[in-house]
């Protein structure tokens, strides 16, 4: 498969604090990378270096590159590169206006003018994100009244109407219950047939549910990087099957 | 002697206390408004609204007063309002957060106590003197603006400061700049503290005395304002005129004077603090 | 791209308010040291801050503000010893024994005691408070020093209300609890863990409230009988900072020495104004 995404000796440091080190790694395209790891090992911070939502933090600084598709991330605009490589948060923060407006938000600001075509990608993101049936009706009620698990998938649905090529997911299903995080789940694995995903997931399980890959971040090193199933079958390091297995974490 | 109430003794006796005095507090305000209502309701006329003074305004209405006082509040507020609006966004959403930056802030959150007599003098001094505007309409309106700026940053910067932060990270993440994020997602929803916020400051403006004393204000003037160079009489000066300069004067007239300032004043105020109220219960977040 | 162009203007003259609001900011400041600082080389620090005559227009003039210094501090206190203990009582009604509706109704009965301009309240103080004064303690005047504390302690209530009430209801409900499981009731947990958690916060809005006495002008150049004389009992009249500056500065000449003398005062009102708020701000970040 091809790379969609190099990362090449990514360092990155809040305040002078390095909370990377001399990161290297590979995504695929069209795969889904989970990465796990204990709290505070660096993995929210790598998911926000790569579409560059950093920036707007002025404590950060970072050496290394990151590539999308030959494009050194850090020479595009900020903004056009958010479009390509879209972020869902650990919790979900539906914009506080309606359910249509939150998915025609981006669109709308990136130059979207013509209404039936806006009222097309409104319907085709809600049914991508398997929200679709739900809220068919009330489109144009306020999104702060939806559950958790539908605020969260029509945050899905808001990146998917910028029509992007990477997914980052920073934790999505911390906040919900084990209904809706399949529901989420099942969502994901929908949509790397056609998108890019970087999963951080502070569940194991998870990982080992949806993930093409696993890397292992601790203490800001990638500690081990493979497919699930080689990882959580034969792990190389002991270091990471005492994480996998709950000896740890 | 050594005895000790019993906790509930006390407890009643500091309840009691703490109402009497939430008395002590209220009673002279209602007094104060009650006395100024019963005193002036017979001079308030349609006639007293929209005609001048005469016989050394013993008699009379106080047009020019009340056009001079909306002449220069209105000034003000369109002046202060998008300025300190602005300079809200700008420290609240742009300024790195550096040593400079937070003196910045500090100095503006102090300077809303610096006291207006103190801006009055500063008035003077750059707008009637230094720029050359004279005693008129736009040295007052001026003056009030820079004493109302500091107050307007601080409010409208509590507003953008209470629209959560994920908001604007949520609009970022989908490639929108920082300024249409302001523009669609910040500005709205930090819109009503932001209004509330500038018609308590139009109503504190439109009851100052001090900066206009020597900016704007004239004792007497016998024609209506005709530019923004006029001098002009305004509604608080020309209720300290009467009330202490002119002898002989009716206490109808002071009384009625009084009491048109006040409902200018207060009802602005209630405006407000109703919209806030209102706000606060349709608030989406 | 047009839009583009348009944001870029539009973020660009929002960095210049910015700038302008904070050129404002400095310049107020230097201007008031710039008069104030000239005024203090010709005339002297030491004369001006602790001469006792202020007599602006004799031959050859004094322009001693130590009486002026006197006056304000006085009323000051007088306002103090009345706003403070019954504002702090107030807050703490209103944050912890009245009822939701109640405490929505007085508190925005607080909000329009502060919007009463201050000259309809130095009128309404001049016309009843002054005579019953007067009547009462049986003094030649009723405009004194006391009838000025009285109109200016009801002045600063709103704000020490106001900012205490917040501070008391910001206080955690975990303290208070922690207090209940302890037997203590309802009054005893008050004063004992509430009003010592929010301590910081009531100084504060002690200080904000003495600051805005300290600036008080028209009321007090209605009430207090503007006697430029260290007064001797607070029955005198007083005349206070701020009222001399209200009171002389239509009648001096442009740029001459007693006009300066007026921005010195004006320069001296501003520092401890300045200062009051910079330490109640202390008091308040504090808090949280």
């Known amino acids: ?44 911070s790598f998911l926000r270096t790569l579409n560059r939502m ?37 919790m979900p923060i539906p914009l506080p206006m309606s359910i249509y407006d939150n998915i025609a938000y981006a669109p709308r600001v990136l130059g ?127 270091t990471t099957e005492d994480y996998i297995t709950g000896r740890f974490g | 002697m050594n005895f000790k109430l019993s906790p509930k003794l006390s407890q009643k006796i500091a309840y009691t206390l703490l109402v009497i005095s939430t008395i002590i507090v209220i009673v002279p305000v209602l007094t104060v408004i009650v006395i100024i209502i019963k005193n002036g309701w017979s001079a308030l006329s349609w006639e007293f609204l929209t005609t001048m003074p005469k016989d050394g305004m013993r008699a009379g209405g106080i047009l020019p007063a009340i056009l001079g006082t909306l002449a220069i509040v209105s000034c003000a507020i369109c002046i202060t309002l998008p300025v300190g609006v602005c300079a809200a966004i700008y420290l609240n959403e742009y300024a790195k957060d550096n040593l400079l930056t937070r003196i910045i802030k500090l100095a503006i959150v102090n300077l809303a106590g610096v006291p207006s007599v103190v801006y009055g003098l500063f008035g003077l001094g750059i707008f009637v003197m230094l720029m050359g505007f004279g005693v008129s309409i736009l040295a007052g ?71 206009i004393l020597f900016t704007a204000a004239a004792f007497y003037v016998p024609h209506l304002p005709k530019s923004m160079f006029d001098q002009v009489m305004a509604l608080p000066y020309h209720l300290y005129i009467i009330s202490t300069q002119i002898p002989n004067m009716p206490k109808n007239i002071i009384f009625g004077t009084a009491l048109v300032l006040l409902l200018m004043v207060l009802s602005m105020s209630l405006i407000a603090i109703v919209a806030r109220l209102y706000f606060r219960k349709i608030r989406k977040w | 791209m047009n839009s583009k162009i348009t944001d870029y203007i ?75 203990p019954f504002g702090i009582m107030t807050a703490l009604f209103i944050a912890e024994l009245a009822p939701k509706g109640i405490r929505d109704i007085l508190k925005s009965i607080v909000e329009l005691m502060a919007a009463i301009p201050s000259v309809v309240l130095g009128f309404v103080g001049m016309v009843t408070l002054v005579p019953l004064v007067r009547s009462i303690l049986d003094i030649p005047t009723g405009l004194t020093a006391f009838s000025g504390s009285i109109v200016l302690g009801f002045m600063a209530m709103p704000t020490i209300v106001s900012i205490s009430e917040d501070a008391i209801r910001s206080v955690p409900w975990q303290y208070k609890e922690g207090a209940f499981a302890l037997g203590a009731t309802k009054w005893q947990t008050i004063r004992r863990v509430v009003l010592k958690a929010a301590m910081p916060g009531i100084i504060a809005a002690v200080m904000l409230g003495i600051g805005r ?34 009171a002389e500065m239509g009648e001096t000449v442009r740029g001459g020495l007693h006009y300066r003398a007026l921005f010195g005062i004006g320069l001296v009102l501003f520092t401890i104004t300045f200062l009051i708020n910079f330490i109640a701000d202390l008091f308040l970040n504090k808090k949280k």
Not at chain 1, 21 to 32: D, G, H
Not at chain 3, 216 to 236: C, H, K, Q, R, Y
């Open chain 2, 141 to 211: 309106a001026l003056t009030l603006s820079i004493m109302e700026l500091p107050v307007i940053i601080t409010t409208a910067r509590g507003a953008l400061s209470s629209v959560p932060y994920s908001f604007r990270e949520a609009s970022w993440s989908l490639g929108v700049s920082k300024w249409q994020t302001i523009r669609r997602v910040v500005l709205p929803n930090a819109l009503p503290g932001i209004m509330t916020g500038a018609i308590l400051s139009i109503s504190r403006i439109s009851g100052e005395t001090a900066p």
């Open chain 1, 1 to 44: 498969m091809v790379d969609k995404i190099k990362v090449e000796n990514l360092s990155c440091f809040y305040s002078g604090k390095q909370v990377l080190k001399n990161l290297s790694l590979t995504v695929k395209a069209n795969e889904i990378l989970s990465i796990i790891g204990p709290s505070n090992s660096g993995k929210t």
């Open chain 1, 54 to 90: 950093n920036d707007m933090n002025v404590y950060f600084s970072r050496k290394g590159n990151i590539f999308l598709d030959d494009d050194n991330i850090f020479d595009m605009n900020p903004e056009k590169l958010r479009t390509r490589i879209g972020m869902l948060f650990a």
């Open chain 3, 10 to 84: 539009i973020e660009k003259i929002i960095f210049l308010c910015g700038i302008i609001a904070i050129v404002f900011v400095v310049l107020i400041f230097g201007f008031l040291l710039k008069e104030g600082f000239a005024f203090f080389k010709e005339y002297g620090v030491f004369n001006f801050i602790f001469g006792k005559y202020w007599y602006p227009s004799s031959n050859p003039a004094s322009y001693g503000v130590f009486s002026l210094i006197i006056g304000s501090l006085l009323v000051t206190l007088g306002a103090a010893i009345i706003a403070v």
């Open chain 3, 213 to 246: 006495v300290i600036g008080e002008t028209m009321a007090v150049l209605m009430v207090t009988g503007n006697a430029a004389a260290i007064p001797t009992s607070i029955f005198d009249p007083v005349r206070t900072l701020t009222a001399t500056i209200a």
């Open chain 1, 112 to 238: 979207l003018k013509n209404k039936k075509n806006m009222d097309e990608v409104v319907e085709q993101s809600l049914r991508d994100a398997s929200l679709w049936d739900e809220v068919k009706d009330r489109l144009n009620s306020s999104a702060i009244k939806m559950s958790g698990g539908q605020q969260q998938r029509l945050c899905i649905a808001r990146i998917l109407a910028i029509e992007p090529e990477v997914i980052l997911f920073d934790e999505p299903c911390s906040g919900l219950d084990p209904i809706s995080t399949a529901k989420v789940e099942e969502a994901m694995l929908k949509l790397k047939e056609k998108y890019t995903i970087v999963l951080v997931t502070n569940n194991v399980k998870q990982a080992s549910r949806v993930g093409t890959r696993t890397a292992f971040f601790l203490m800001g090193e990638l500690i081990e990087i493979d497919k699930t199933q080689n990882m959580f079958l034969t792990p190389k390091n002991k």
